[in-house]
């Protein structure tokens, strides 16, 4: 059933309206997002961090062509490997495109798992204006190499250890960008990793997809063997013989930096696919974790109804939100 957007009495309504689909890696997002799309006449905004570069095609999962077709994505192949993008820059385009989305009455759907881009658009997030430091966010990234994300952390500890609890030292770039912002403002940084403080703008409907955690790492462990077989690692060579290095941000993205660092002699194949399957399982778990945090999201449970029930209660939700006002 399609939905006219052009409805005369819920401008408000329809202008404020947001579906956000996220989840972990490998819990079908992408076949549910394109679902709606087609049942609501729409497109898809993308929320992931590692399917904005050009040439990540397999690694990162990308929706395949034919998956396009059948609903249009956006922020999807929008910079260069060796170019640096912030969640910054994410933000502005997303709700450069939700703009569009609105002049054409369209409900925009913002399908991903990367949490930090979702929150960019659900909360009012600071981003400050302190400008970038090249030359100390390399100090610390080799220091990160050499000795550890931990010590880096240590860093960040000692300039606001109440800040330093907020964030995993795993999370090495945002450890950086507080690092990096803590040396330049005299009053500290505005934590906007953790802004709680809603976008006015928006009224987020947010489907917080997930799994049972056997099956999801089952998927996960498979969609990995069928990277492999689709030719990850000559993806992944072929990105290195174009320049792409380990000091690239996107060499670090899982599937990239697992494959690279086998290809550059740190370890074998199949310690390689080992290691991408464990990083996934982790990621998928911190995402978890992270979309947990959303007690306003709507949780389905694709091990317990199937995909077309799952359409079907994510249909309802946005009916009730966009016409129980009538």
Same mark, same amino acid.
């Given at each position: 059933? $399609?939905?006219?957007?052009?409805?005369? #009495?819920?401008?408000?309504?329809?202008?404020?309206?947001?579906?956000?689909?996220?989840?972990?890696?490998?819990?079908?997002?992408?076949?549910?997002?394109?679902?709606?799309?087609?049942?609501? !006449?729409?497109?898809?905004?993308?929320?992931?961090? @590692?399917?904005?570069?050009?040439?990540? =095609?397999?690694?990162?999962?990308?929706?395949?062509?034919?998956?396009? =077709?059948?609903?249009?994505?956006?922020?999807?192949?929008?910079?260069?490997?060796?170019?640096?993008?912030?969640?910054?820059?994410?933000?502005?385009?997303?709700?450069?495109?939700?703009?569009?989305?609105?002049?054409?009455?369209?409900?925009?759907?913002?399908?991903?798992?990367?949490?930090?881009?979702? #929150?960019? +658009?659900?909360? /009012? @997030?600071?981003?400050?204006?302190?400008?970038?430091?090249?030359?100390?966010?390399?100090?610390?990234?080799?220091?990160?190499?050499?000795?550890?994300? =931990?010590?880096?952390? @240590?860093? +960040?500890?000692?300039? /606001?250890?109440?800040?330093?609890?907020?964030?995993?030292?795993?999370?090495?770039? %945002?450890?950086?960008?507080?690092?990096?912002?803590?040396?330049?403002?005299?009053?500290?940084?505005?934590?906007?990793?953790?802004?709680?403080?809603?976008?006015?703008?928006?009224?987020?409907?947010?489907?917080?997809?997930?799994?049972?955690?056997?099956?999801?790492?089952?998927?996960?462990?498979?969609?990995?063997?069928?990277?492999?077989?689709?030719? +990850?690692?000559?993806?992944?060579?072929?990105?290195?013989?174009?320049?792409?290095?380990?000091? !690239?941000?996107?060499?670090?993205?899982?599937?990239?930096?697992?494959?690279?660092?086998?290809?550059?002699?740190?370890?074998?194949?199949?310690?390689?696919?080992?290691? +991408? $399957?464990? #990083?996934?399982?982790?990621?998928?778990?911190?995402?978890?974790?992270?979309?947990?945090?959303?007690?306003?999201?709507?949780?389905? /449970?694709?091990?317990?109804?199937? #995909?077309?029930?799952?359409?079907?209660?994510?249909?309802?939700?946005? %009916?009730?939100?966009?016409? !129980?006002?009538?």
């Amino acid at each position: 059933m $399609k939905i006219n957007n052009k409805h005369a #009495n819920n401008e408000k309504i329809v202008n404020k309206d947001i579906l956000f689909i996220v989840g972990p890696t490998a819990v079908g997002k992408t076949d549910i997002a394109i679902e709606i799309a087609q049942r609501f !006449d729409t497109e898809i905004i993308s929320a992931d961090s @590692m399917q904005i570069y050009r040439g990540f =095609e397999i690694g990162s999962a990308k929706p395949t062509q034919s998956e396009r =077709e059948r609903a249009a994505h956006h922020l999807i192949d929008i910079c260069d490997p060796k170019e640096k993008f912030s969640v910054m820059q994410y933000q502005k385009l997303a709700l450069d495109k939700i703009e569009e989305f609105r002049e054409d009455w369209k409900l925009p759907i913002v399908c991903g798992g990367t949490g930090l881009y979702i #929150n960019s +658009l659900i909360y /009012n @997030m600071d981003f400050s204006d302190v400008p970038e430091n090249p030359q100390l966010r390399k100090e610390l990234e080799e220091e990160a190499v050499k000795y550890g994300n =931990e010590q880096v952390h @240590m860093r +960040l500890e000692a300039l /606001n250890p109440e800040l330093a609890l907020k964030i995993h030292p795993n999370r090495l770039k %945002r450890v950086i960008r507080a690092i990096e912002v803590l040396n330049n403002k005299e009053d500290g940084i505005q934590d906007f990793e953790n802004s709680k403080v809603r976008n006015e703008n928006i009224n987020p409907i947010v489907v917080f997809l997930t799994r049972d955690r056997e099956e999801l790492y089952g998927r996960i462990e498979a969609r990995v063997d069928v990277l492999i077989r689709r030719g +990850l690692i000559d993806e992944v060579r072929s990105l290195l013989g174009d320049g792409l290095t380990r000091d !690239d941000i996107s060499y670090k993205g899982i599937g990239y930096k697992e494959i690279g660092d086998y290809l550059q002699g740190d370890y074998d194949e199949s310690r390689a696919i080992e290691l +991408l $399957k464990r #990083n996934t399982r982790r990621y998928a778990k911190r995402q978890i974790t992270w979309f947990k945090a959303y007690d306003f999201a709507h949780v389905i /449970n694709l091990s317990c109804v199937s #995909n077309e029930c799952a359409c079907e209660e994510i249909s309802a939700i946005i %009916r009730k939100s966009r016409f !129980d006002d009538e």
